[in-house]
């Protein structure tokens, strides 16, 4: 079986950039009706062409018939394979530069997912921090029920913090994976990848098993960031944020090789936890603007930090490309992100009394606990997202009362501006 027409990602040779085959990769309108665009496929199952066809699709579902070079598994249900779902996983792959991506139904589903994947009792995961809090809540609180334990280090430290966070994790049992959030939500903090799957191998046992490396790129996205091509074995992204980027979905993704991805896409399919139809057309859509919307937001963000910056009842803005050239952090973010992005935090004069004061007042910028979406949204990390988490290490990690979080959308950038100057008006 040879390789369709319409699923190939070169032309004359030259290779095809990824904003160009999210108009028509992986999907062939012939077999639509011809329908340009992927139609919805709202069905739970699938008919087979006879039972002999069904029995083969299930053999190779299950892994008891290997797959010919370039031959895909039969569809059979929508918990196991769906078109909608199918097309979206091979355009996400091109973006994270993977050989195989899978598309599940939160953020959340994709990280459990892959944790259950591949960790086990007795184990230990050696996680950077901050993370996400929803991460943090699942490894802390629900896998330590498990008997699976977690060893943390401070982003801000830099690698001697994950050596010697690896040492204390070595004396606790197996290290069954290194998890690792870059840049760290909401600070901003890097974590140098290549470091990580260094240390990795390190770790590696007499039979060749290593912790593999998972990479939480929701801060970046795959516009900006790609940590597979700097150590990452698995990347985990929200799509709800960047990706779906219009506020309105739900999901998650995670991509790796296909060796990497073969157990988390048989605990998907155990779990239930895969992405429903709809949404993965709607996030076809929104991959077609994938990248002018995150440029056009970094652009903005760049505009909208500066102004902070120079603002006196602005204390500190944690925004990437202002790290200064001695900076350890600068290295790692020249080398590992084509971009600071549209989300950062900023510290506002006094405290808590005076970024309540900034957020209450804003008139343009809405006050949500998301990122990544058209629309300008902020929010107080300590208060609201962070709040779980005890007060010395929310001081540690830096996140103040007089922290805000901002992620930039695409309005006018100077329109943002004049609301953030008129609400620092009453502060």
């Not at 870059?182 to 890097?190: H, V």
């Not at 470091?195 to 790129?217: F, I, K, W």
């Not at 919307?293 to 910056?309: D, K, P």
Request: zero cysteines; a negative charge.
């Amino acid at each position: 079986m040879t390789e369709k027409t319409w699923r190939k990602r070169t032309l004359g040779g030259k290779p095809l950039r990824p904003e160009t085959l999210m108009m028509g990769y992986g999907y062939d309108p012939a077999l639509s009706e011809g329908s340009l665009k992927p139609p919805l496929f709202s069905t739970s199952t699938f008919v087979f062409k006879s039972a002999e066809d069904g029995k083969n699709f299930f053999a190779a579902l299950q892994g008891r018939r290997p797959l010919g070079p370039n031959e895909e598994p039969g569809l059979v249900y929508s918990r196991f394979n769906n078109p909608n779902l199918e097309v979206l996983e091979d355009r996400l792959a091109i973006w994270d530069h993977a050989e195989s991506a899978l598309a599940f139904a939160s953020g959340m589903a994709a990280i459990s997912t892959v944790l259950w994947a591949y960790l086990r009792p007795g184990d230990v995961v050696l996680q950077s921090q901050p993370i996400y809090g929803g991460a943090e809540t699942l490894i802390d609180k629900i896998l330590s029920e498990f008997g699976i334990r977690q060893v943390g280090f401070f982003v801000e430290d830099g690698v001697e913090a994950m050596r010697e966070a690896a040492e204390q994790a070595k004396n606790l049992g197996r290290v069954g994976m290194i998890y690792i959030e870059t840049p760290a939500n909401p600070t901003n903090g890097l974590v140098d990848i290549a470091a990580a799957r260094a240390l990795s191998e390190e770790l590696a046992t007499s039979d060749g098993r290593r912790p593999p490396v998972v990479v939480d790129n929701t801060m970046l996205g795959p516009v900006f960031s790609s940590p597979l091509d700097h150590g990452g074995d698995i990347v985990v992204t929200s799509l709800t944020k960047y990706v779906g980027g219009h506020s309105d979905l739900i999901a998650g993704g995670a991509s790796g090789s296909k060796a990497m991805m073969l157990p988390v896409r048989r605990m998907r399919s155990t779990l239930g936890a895969m992405l429903d139809p709809h949404t993965a057309w709607l996030l076809m859509r929104s991959l077609e603007t994938l990248k002018l919307r995150m440029e056009a937001s970094a652009r903005g963000a760049l505009r909208v930090a500066e102004f902070l910056r120079d603002h006196p009842k602005i204390d500190n803005v944690w925004f990437l490309d202002f790290l200064p050239k001695d900076h350890p952090d600068r290295p790692v973010h020249e080398r590992q992100n084509q971009s600071a992005g549209s989300t950062f935090s900023f510290e506002v004069a006094g405290g808590e009394k005076e970024a309540f004061a900034l957020l209450d007042r804003l008139q343009v910028i809405k006050l949500a606990v998301s990122l990544g979406g058209t629309e300008t949204l902020a929010s107080h990390p300590a208060a609201m997202t962070h709040s779980g988490m005890p007060a010395p290490e929310l001081k540690k990690l830096g996140i103040t009362p007089a922290l805000i979080r901002i992620s930039i959308g695409v309005e006018d950038p100077d329109d943002l501006i004049l609301d953030l100057k008129q609400a620092l008006e009453g502060v």
